[in-house]
């Protein structure tokens, strides 16, 4: 067995000795006998090119192609092993769990007229980032000292769901429930990852309860969108199974009509809570926010973050929270200052931060926001638009500001 760590980085060269560059990735067709049918090469010139992998002969210390060979283009369904499938999150089908592929296997098939690779599977364990790093074996002999064991943690291709591979298509082959084992809360941090689409075709596939766990779970764009693209009987179906705050939520996000349409078709029960709830409040949440917050960057180191709150926030108030955005200004994840001081002087913020916030918006009636702060006892809730740029934060004590005026009236 060859895995991908083991031939990235090999050197190529046709039948009559001349180097042609280095092997930068492999390309394989996504389907149940997924076959190796491109090498992606980094020439001496620093391109890459795209070759055939019919024109391979044979891999061992060296890569040796054919002389005359052609150069390919990717085709239907065709993915990059490094580039859509090592170190991305997959679905552990069989062991209902998020797993990370730290690396890839592949076995070789070797007949008289035809030499191919197949990708077998995934290692997910410790043993595929120690091989990655190039110290597997000294790690193991190391081990073996103290008579340790380390085994691969290995997942065979039919036991995974790829879910974002290839250009927004997702190919699901699943007959039965074991989906429904994964934590709902799980699931949808995990589909935030992927786009709207897919979203879309893998939620088809869990029942109505399900499903509506997991929508439940999703970013409120996440939840606007897949409201607005279903038809109005399936979106009033999901309104009805979700807590009603996290329903207006949705509904005020979408438009008018399409929130009159959803709203009839629910049960007279649910629709008489969630139109008190949308004319509940008619306090704008822009009053109460507060631009005292700080952002950071994904890349940012703990250190760097300590210096920046060190000095942009010597006049706050308050900070319970430090916001991560993109380099679009889009929020991506928040963490408190007891994860910060947790974490090494160069462990960059994106590998300890959370990235599925509860947030709201500028449209939220401040009795959801109460209630959602309350709900999950949050010192602060951001403020972020139809784009996930953040506007401000409401914090606890604004509601508490707000609900004491109310008590006092």
Do not use: C
Not at 89 to 113: C, F, P, Y
Not at 133 to 146: A, K, M, Q, Y
Not at 175 to 191: F, G, M, S
Not at 237 to 246: A, L, R, W
Request: net charge neutral; aromatic share 8%.
């Amino acid at each position: 067995m060859l895995y991908f760590s083991e031939l990235e980085g090999k050197r190529i060269y046709t039948e009559d000795r001349i180097e042609v560059g280095a092997l930068e990735d492999i390309i394989f067709v996504a389907s149940a006998n997924p076959v190796v049918s491109k090498l992606v090469i980094r020439t001496l010139k620093k391109t890459k090119l795209i070759l055939p992998f019919s024109y391979v002969l044979h891999i061992g210390i060296t890569i040796v192609i054919k002389k005359a060979y052609l150069i390919g283009e990717l085709t239907e369904n065709e993915l990059f092993i490094k580039k859509n499938l090592l170190d991305k999150q997959i679905i552990d089908i069989g062991g209902n769990k998020i797993v990370r592929v730290n690396d890839v296997s592949i076995q070789e098939k070797v007949t008289t007229n035809l030499y191919e690779l197949y990708i077998t599977g995934v290692d997910v364990g410790l043993l595929g980032v120690l091989r990655r790093l190039g110290i597997e074996s000294l790690v193991l002999r190391f081990l073996r000292i103290f008579n340790y064991n380390l085994t691969s943690d290995f997942l065979p291709w039919g036991d995974i769901q790829p879910l974002e591979l290839s250009r927004g298509k997702v190919k699901l082959k699943i007959t039965d429930n074991k989906l429904q084992n994964i934590r709902p809360e799980d699931l949808a941090d995990y589909l935030e990852q992927t786009n709207e689409k897919n979203v879309r075709k893998f939620l088809n596939i869990l029942d109505k309860n399900f499903s509506s766990e997991v929508v439940e779970n999703l970013n409120i764009n996440y939840q606007r969108d897949l409201i607005q693209y279903w038809e109005p009987k399936k979106s009033a179906s999901v309104i009805e199974s979700i807590q009603p705050d996290e329903a207006v939520d949705i509904l005020l996000a979408i438009s008018k009509k399409k929130r009159d349409e959803i709203l009839s078709l629910v049960n007279e029960k649910t629709k008489k809570e969630l139109m008190h709830l949308i004319g509940l409040s008619r306090t704008s949440i822009g009053r109460f926010i507060t631009s005292e917050y700080l952002t950071v960057s994904p890349i940012d180191t703990t250190r760097k973050v300590i210096d920046q709150i060190k000095k942009e926030t010597r006049e706050f108030s308050f900070i319970a929270a430090i916001y991560v955005v993109n380099t679009d200004k889009q929020l991506v994840g928040v963490f408190n200052l007891h994860d910060l001081l947790l974490n090494e002087w160069d462990t960059p913020v994106y590998k300890f931060m959370v990235q599925n916030l509860i947030e709201i918006r500028i449209t939220t009636p401040i009795e959801i926001a109460i209630r959602k702060i309350l709900r999950y006892r949050l010192p602060a809730l951001p403020v972020v638009d139809k784009d996930k740029h953040i506007l401000g934060i409401l914090t606890f004590d604004h509601i508490t500001e707000y609900m004491t005026k109310r008590l006092d009236n």
